[in-house]
T-cell receptor, first 107, second 115 residues
Framework: DAKTTQPNSMESNEEEPVHLPCNHSTISGTDYIHWYRQLPSQGPEYVIHGLTSNVNNRMASLAIAEDRKSSTLILHRATLRDAAVYYCILSSDDMRFGAGTRLTVKP | GAGVSQSPSNKVTEKGKDVELRCDPISGHTALYWYRQRLGQGLEFLIYFQGNSAPDKSGLPSDRFSAERTGESVSTLTIQRTQQEDSAVYLC?????????????FGSGTRLTVV
């Protein structure tokens, strides 16, 4: 079983920020936290990953709790094209995905 | 090529026939995963290849499923005596370990329909 837990679904309004949470209370010191997303009818795509420090890239930001037992993927301004299933996964999960969070973006 | 290529993109087969699905990983990527995704469901791990190491076959659902990969090149997933329950999208991903330092790239998948 995956070592992360995420809400099954979330909703957001277009152009508003979205904070997608992930709990990983059994994370080890060497585990990286990865986020992928799967747009409708497409294969998953890599979004971002981090170890301890917060990370930013062109797609999103990753905020990692100080104890590393949780993290949050931040989409700064949601667009309709961000509607997808978002997966949080640890490197020790060996790419075994959980159910993810289905994000719905309302216009 | 620039991405992970899977072929065919769609396959319709009759129950009981064998099918072979192909995955061309990104050049140089030593790791390769196969997944199955049924309609509306999550990603189900099938098999993992890493370089010349013995593959992790722990996700294969039955002995009708097998996969091969020669070195760091193309991989084929074979399903023998297909059943309707095998209908799904089959996804392939490749990457560069150590896994913590690289994201994986997925192909667009093969949609298999068993009729």
């Amino acid at each position: 079983d995956a070592k992360t837990t995420q809400p099954n679904s979330m909703e957001s309004n277009e152009e508003e920020p979205v904070h997608l949470p992930c709990n990983h209370s059994t994370i080890s010191g060497t585990d990286y936290i990865h986020w992928y997303r799967q747009l409708p009818s497409q294969g998953p795509e890599y979004v971002i990953h981090g170890l301890t420090s917060n990370v930013n890239n062109r797609m999103a930001s990753l905020a990692i709790a100080e104890d590393r037992k949780s993290s949050t993927l931040i989409l700064h301004r949601a667009t309709l094209r961000d509607a997808a299933v978002y997966y949080c996964i640890l490197s020790s999960d060996d790419m075994r995905f959980g159910a993810g969070t289905r994000l719905t973006v309302k216009p | 090529g620039a991405g992970v290529s899977q072929s065919p993109s769609n396959k319709v087969t009759e129950k009981g026939k064998d099918v072979e699905l192909r995955c061309d990983p990104i050049s140089g990527h030593t790791a390769l995963y196969w997944y199955r995704q049924r309609l509306g469901q999550g990603l189900e791990f099938l098999i993992y290849f890493q370089g010349n190491s013995a593959p992790d076959k722990s996700g294969l659902p039955s002995d009708r499923f097998s996969a091969e990969r020669t070195g760091e090149s193309v991989s084929t997933l074979t399903i023998q005596r297909t059943q309707q329950e095998d209908s799904a999208v089959y996804l392939c991903a490749s990457g560069l370990p150590p896994r913590g330092l690289r994201g994986y790239t997925f192909g667009s998948g093969t949609r298999l329909t068993v009729v």
